[in-house]
């Protein structure tokens, strides 16, 4: 993680990451199954995943992935920023066996009096250019300067 990136660095249309997850496997999932307490079997048992639910394969879960984004986006905004909004959707399964790339755009900035705001779209795709989990995110970085954006986060009046 880096310790600063200040509002002023960052434009329009910069990419932030991105960041590569995978290949995944069975004891990949299993272990974050395991950590929380998810014990569908779309996760690990694959006779029943592709029998009875009749699914592709064992699913990446849904939750390890919205770690890979928040991940990509603290990495990125440092110890002196703020992820502030976290939006995404899913709309396509992963497998076991695909290799995942995170990445965010800036799509805007704002000035609030405290800190700058940037506006990112947000995804994960596979090795085949699949997007799964398109989204949007908000994150708060500090003025060139100034003082990291506060802790606690206090959310700006207007946005």
């Not at 990451?17 to 272990?31: A, E, N, V, Y």
């Not at 939750?63 to 984004?69: R, T, Y």
């Not at 990291?148 to 946005?159: C, L």
Request: charged share 25%.
């Amino acid at each position: 993680m880096r310790e600063r990136i200040d509002f002023e660095e960052v434009s329009i249309g910069d990419d932030v990451g991105p960041l590569c997850k995978g290949p995944f496997t069975t004891p990949h999932l299993m272990r974050w199954s395991a950590a929380m307490e998810n014990w569908h079997k779309i996760h690990y048992d694959r006779p029943f995943t592709t029998e009875h639910d009749k699914l592709p394969g064992l699913l990446i879960n849904g939750s390890l992935k919205q770690q890979f984004i928040a991940q990509l986006l603290k990495d990125w905004a440092g110890r002196a920023g703020w992820v502030w909004k976290v939006n995404f959707q899913f709309r396509a399964m992963n497998l076991v066996g695909e290799t995942l790339t995170i990445w965010a755009k800036v799509k805007d900035k704002r000035e609030t009096p405290a800190y700058g705001l940037i506006d990112l779209d947000v995804g994960i795709r596979n090795e085949k250019g699949v997007e799964s989990t398109p989204g949007s995110a908000v994150v708060a970085l500090p003025y060139r300067g100034r003082d990291p954006v506060p802790y606690p986060f206090i959310p700006p009046a207007k946005t």
